[in-house]
Structures are given as structure tokens and as C-alpha cells.
């Protein structure tokens, strides 16, 4: 549907045998401008940054035998055809930049480019007032950073970082990126020590990049970890001459510990860790493809956080996210247990009640569960069938149609099959090609079949979402790019619905009309019964938008319909987050084997637990509307 869609819709690829790991390692402790060399800087040199490289240099070495680059004594760069290493004086806003996109350069389809950087971190406003839909802009300080006078800025701007992703991305490389920088907009890496601030940086204005036309692609992926969270300090700890992240430490602990763990499971081993050395004011950030492993593919089935509650488990997840009663559930210690076909799992059970965000699983027999828990879906129960027809006669469809409870022949069908020698068609109402199966004597027919109809009647379960009854709390709205295009007015609703424009630019927003804080998000339905998140954008924060104000696709990442048809936008407001990426799906026109594809999540894990967490996110108001569009 849009360069943003085609991440969630492009199924992913299977990493190649011979796929391989590209790094830069990126550690600052001496700025150019800083307090040491500029008395009147507001920022002073750091102690563990450029030990902070090599220690995490040391524990991927360990992990995964890569055979990373030396560094020369008294050398402040070194490299090799794995990995680049700037540090101090060498790490330039224009060397850490040319490392970064060499490294992408020399990558292939399939092959995972991880970029770490250790040192000052800050955040940017522009004078003209524009942010990102998060309200929180960020920058990562190169040495050069900061000086005096300077026509441009030296950091970092996410906004520079963003086109690099997806630059890579869109050639099919996966880029991990690993920041142990502070997000407070202080610049700080320790507490008692010394006092490492820098003011926020004022940008006069952030040209917006063009994105790829296709992000995404070929299986990629982008994953980041960082050392705090929106408005934290990330701090040091040792004595001089010993002094590192705090969370470079726990990362590095991690990656030797499990090798071969999803990034979620690291996430959260670095963060327990943390937590037991007394780290409570720096809480690390996760947000991409975490249920991928480095080097690894991308796992494409919904996997939801769940704790244990009495004889019973609650599962983070609920009728919002597509949990129905009766469905059943396997439960693993973590997400990398849970990956199919890894291990046994410690239980089963099937959903017993569900409520707007967390859902009660029942077990099929007594089993002992630690505290915190990942529940993986095992089989879907749909609420209603999903109308069909068929044209023509084949003995090899009706027996796979007698399989499929969630789809039965209707008066007004959504889905018209054809059979063929060859091809199976997917015909729309209108007769237009939704998807092409194998011929229904294929061995594989009857699974992509069931398959295939379980995608519309789960879109069908999200549109039933939309009751009127629930409706007013957000308002969306899209429209066509223009030269007098203004984001705080939402042209009319002309008759007849909204139209779009093939291949033009489009942008969206969400209002909160609620009387309270709420959290929106945005869903786009192709149609070819695709699902995507579009808001928030990829890479955002997920946090609660103030009664009447708006969440926005930033500029450079608006959307684009690629095809002819009706595209509907759900939008659903909630007083708590839920995990609205597990909505997420790939279109009938892919043909996969599996029902959904979890890009995103947020929030790695629930902390562990002896008992039902008091935290949970439960939902008790929410409001979901639907929209729709028509592109000719």
C-alpha cells in the first residue's frame, strides 16, 4: 500500500547459507569541543566509551566467532573486511557516516550490518517547530560535535539516521543498531563523577529525505537496542581506567551468556541484569524485528507476553489484538524457546475469557511456570465464517473447502474462488485478482488455502471492531499531498468516501478526540487484506497523545497506494498500549506460511513475576473507527 506498508507485506526471505555480519564500532570519550579544549562548552570528555567498544568487540567474538578488527595502540581507527572501529579524534560526523554506508555498500541481500555507538547522545529541536510524530527527536554526538559557530551541526540527527536504514532495508541488508548514549537531552553517561550535559541542540530546519520507494524488501529488517528509554540518562560505573556503560556491560554479559538468543531475550537479560546491580534509574530501550537473532531471520508469527496468575496465565494481548476465546496457546520460558520448532514448550492451554488488552488462559494440565512467560498461538478460533463462492467444480477444492471451518459458500461472497489445472484464483466481488494458488491438486493447496481465508476473516474480526456505539474518541484523517497542505485541518469528507490518486503521495494523521490521554494507532487494510501499523511510524515511541492533539507520519514517510481498490484505515484509541503490531499480515497476493508478520514490539517482556503484575496494561476505555479510501 505504501513504502511504509511494503515493509509489513513483502514476505520475508530465508537468510542465504552464506549471509554474512558487517560491523562499525563507534566510542567517543574525547570530544573535539568540549569542556577539556572550549571552557565555555557545556558538555564535558567521557571515561568508558571507547572501553565500551571493546568490550562489546570481545563478547561478539565470543558469541559468534566473528573475526572483528585489532586495534593498534595509540591507533584511534583499524579495520578490516568484518568490521570498522572510529574512536575519539577519528570519529568524525563524516567518518562514522562513509563507515557506516561502506559497510552497507558491501553488503548483500540477506547479510546483517551492526553499527554501536558509545558516547554523548542528545536530543534536537528545529526553530521552526516540526518534530516527529513521538515529539522527541534524537541525535548520537560525533567528536566534532558542538563547535562554536559552526554553520552546521556535527551530531547526528535521527533523522539522518533513518534514510541509512532504509537505504539498506530496501536492498535487502538488515541493520542492527546498538546506542549506549543517554535519550535525556543531558548528554550523561555517569552521576556522581562528573556532570556530562549538553543543552539541546537547535536546528534552524531538518530538510526531509526521501525515503527508498520500498523499504523492507527481500526480508529485512531493522532492530535497535539503546541504554535508556525517551528521557533517560544512561550512566557509567568502575574506577578510572576501568570505567564502562552500564549497559554495554549487561549487553555483552548477555550475548555471552546466549548465544544464538533473540534479540527480545538479550533485551531482557540485559535489563535484568541491570536491575540486580542496582541500575533502577536507566531502563535500556528495544524496539524492531526482536524475534529475529543476529544474523538470523525474522520470526513471522504472533508471539505475546504473558505472566502467570494463579492456577492460570493472563496473556498481554486481547480482543484489540485479535485473541479469541477458544483459541489455543503454547508457553515457553522466551522468545527465542518459542521460535517453531526449537523446543518443547512448558504448557498448553486455551483461552477461556478475553477482555480489550489481556486475555485468561486456561491450562490443560498442571505444570510448574516461571513468573514471566511468552505465549505463541497455536490454533486461531474465528468468530464468523467468511462468505465465499466458487466457480466451476473440483473434486481436490470441495475436500479442502470441508476442512475450512471459518469460511462457508454465501450469497454475498467476499472471496470467489476459480479453480485451475495450474493456477487457483482469488477473485474480489468485482472480479479483480486478489491471489494466485497452486491448483487445488497441489499437495500445499489445502494449507495456503486455509491459510489465505484465515487472513480475511481475522480482517474481518478487526473491521467487526468498529461498532458505532464505541466511536469518538479519534479522528482520522488522510489526504492527497499539496503545496497548501495543513496538518491541523482535515479537508471534509466529499461524497461518495474519500478517493486517492494512484502512486500519489498521501499523508495521515489521528486526532485525539477523547477527553483524557490516549494511546492511537493506525492500521491500514490493503486490498488484498494486507495489515500494517502505520501509526505510530516505524521507529516512534509508543506514548500517550494529549486530549486534542494529533499523531502524525513524519514528512518523508508518507503513503502511497501501489494498487487499484478500497483501502480501509482502522484506528483504534485506548487509555493503556497494546501490542497492536500483532495485528499485523501479509496479503493474500503473498503466499506464506504463516497467518501474521510481527515486525515490531515495543516492549520486550514482562518482568518476572510470582503472581499476576499489578502493571499490566489493562484496557477499559477504547474506541475504534473505520475509514476507507478508493484509489482509482
Not at 265 to 280: H, I, R, S
Not at 383 to 402: E, N
Not at 487 to 495: E, G, H, R, S, T
Request: charged share 20%.
Amino acid at each position: 500500500m505504501k513504502r511504509l506498508i511494503l515493509a509489513a507485506l513483502l514476505g520475508a526471505a530465508a537468510s542465504p547459507a552464506n549471509a554474512e555480519i558487517r560491523a562499525v564500532f563507534v566510542g567517543i570519550d574525547k570530544y573535539q569541543f568540549s569542556r577539556a579544549t572550549t571552557p565555555e562548552a557545556a558538555f564535558r570528555d567521557l571515561s568508558g566509551a571507547v572501553r565500551d567498544v571493546g568490550t562489546i568487540k570481545a563478547a561478539l567474538r565470543r558469541a559468534y566467532a566473528l573475526d572483528l578488527d585489532r586495534e593498534a595502540p595509540g591507533a584511534c581507527t583499524s579495520a578490516n573486511q568484518v568490521s570498522i572501529t572510529l574512536t575519539d579524534y577519528c570519529a568524525t560526523k563524516g567518518a562514522i557516516l562513509a563507515a557506516w554506508n561502506r559497510q552497507i555498500d558491501a553488503s548483500r541481500p540477506g547479510d546483517t550490518v551492526v553499527f554501536y555507538f558509545a558516547g554523548h547522545g542528545s536530543r534536537f529541536t528545529e526553530a521552526l517547530g516540526t518534530e516527529q510524530a513521538s515529539g522527541f527527536n534524537s541525535t548520537i554526538m560525533a567528536t566534532d560535535a558542538r563547535q562554536p559557530g559552526a554553520q552546521a551541526p556535527a551530531d547526528i540527527l535521527d533523522v539522518e539516521i533513518r534514510p541509512i536504514i532504509d537505504r539498506a532495508t530496501a536492498a535487502g541488508v538488515r541493520v542492527v543498531t546498538i546506542f549506549d548514549s543517554c535519550n535525556s537531552g543531558t548528554a550523561t553517561r555517569d552521576l556522581e563523577s562528573e556532570a556530562r550535559t549538553a543543552p539541546p541542540l537547535v536546528v534552524a530546519r531538518v530538510e526531509s529525505v526521501e525515503p527508498p520507494a520500498i523499504t523492507g524488501s527481500l526480508g529485512a529488517y531493522r532492530v535497535h537496542l539503546a541504554a535508556a528509554q525517551d528521557g533517560q540518562e544512561a550512566f557509567e560505573t568502575g574506577e578510572v581506567g576501568v570505567r564502562g556503560g552500564v549497559f554495554t556491560a549487561a549487553l555483552a554479559k548477555a550475548l555471552i551468556d546466549q548465544p544464538g538468543a533473540s534479540f527480545a531475550d538479550l533485551a531482557v537479560a540485559a535489563k535484568t541484569a541491570m536491575l540486580a546491580a542496582g541500575q533502577t534509574r536507566q531502563t535500556p530501550h528495544s524496539e524492531g524485528a526482536l524475534r529475529a537473532t543476529l544474523g538470523g531471520d525474522e520470526v513471522r508469527v504472533p508471539i505475546f507476553d504473558a505472566v502467570r496468575s494463579g492456577d492460570g496465565v493472563v496473556i498481554v494481548g486481547g480482543s484489540l489484538t485479535g485473541i479469541t476465546a477458544g483459541s489455543t496457546f503454547v508457553l515457553y520460558p522466551n522468545v527465542s524457546a518459542a521460535l517453531p520448532g526449537t523446543t518443547r514448550p512448558l504448557a498448553t492451554g486455551t483461552v477461556t475469557s478475553v477482555e480489550a488488552g489481556l486475555a485468561q488462559l486456561r491450562l490443560d494440565a498442571p505444570a510448574q511456570l516461571p513468573g514471566r512467560l511468552v505465549a505463541r498461538e497455536l490454533t486461531h478460533r474465528f468468530t464468523a465464517p467468511v462468505p465465499i463462492a466458487v466457480r466451476g467444480s473440483d473434486p481436490a477444492l470441495d475436500a479442502a473447502l470441508a476442512g475450512i471451518t471459518h469460511a462457508r459458500i454465501g450469497s454475498r461472497p467476499q472471496i470467489v474462488i476459480v479453480p485451475g489445472t495450474e493456477v487457483t484464483q482469488l477473485l474480489s466481488p468485482r472480479g479483480a485478482v486478489i491471489a494466485r494458488l497452486p491448483a487445488p491438486n497441489d499437495p500445499a493447496f489445502a494449507f495456503l488455502l486455509d491459510r489465505a481465508l484465515g487472513k480475511v476473516a481475522r480482517v474481518n474480526a478487526l473491521a467487526a471492531l468498529a461498532l458505532p456505539a464505541r466511536a469518538g474518541q479519534a479522528e482520522f484523517c488522510i489526504q492527497s499531498k499539496s503545496p497548501d497542505y495543513d496538518p491541523d485541518v482535515c479537508p471534509p469528507l466529499p461524497a461518495g468516501g474519500r478517493r486517492l490518486a494512484l502512486n500519489q503521495s498521501a499523508l495521515i494523521s489521528a486526532r485525539n478526540t477523547a477527553n483524557g490521554p490516549r494511546y492511537l494507532y493506525v492500521l491500514g487494510i490493503d486490498p488484498a487484506f494486507g495489515v500494517s501499523l502505520l501509526l505510530p511510524p516505524n521507529g516512534a515511541i509508543d506514548q500517550a497523545i494529549e486530549a486534542g492533539a494529533y499523531l502524525r507520519v513524519p514528512e518523508g514517510q508518507d503513503i502511497a497506494p501501489d494498487a487499484p481498490g478500497s483501502y480501509r484505515f482502522m484506528t483504534i484509541a485506548s487509555d493503556n498500549p497494546i501490542p497492536a503490531q500483532t495485528l499485523e499480515q501479509t496479503g493474500l497476493d503473498v503466499v506464506d506460511r504463516e497467518v501474521c508478520l510481527t515486525r515490531l514490539s515495543r516492549q520486550a517482556c514482562a518482568d518476572a513475576a510470582r503472581s499476576r503484575d499489578a502493571a499490566l496494561p489493562r484496557v477499559n476505555e477504547w474506541a475504534a473507527t473505520l475509514s476507507s479510501a478508493e484509489v482509482k
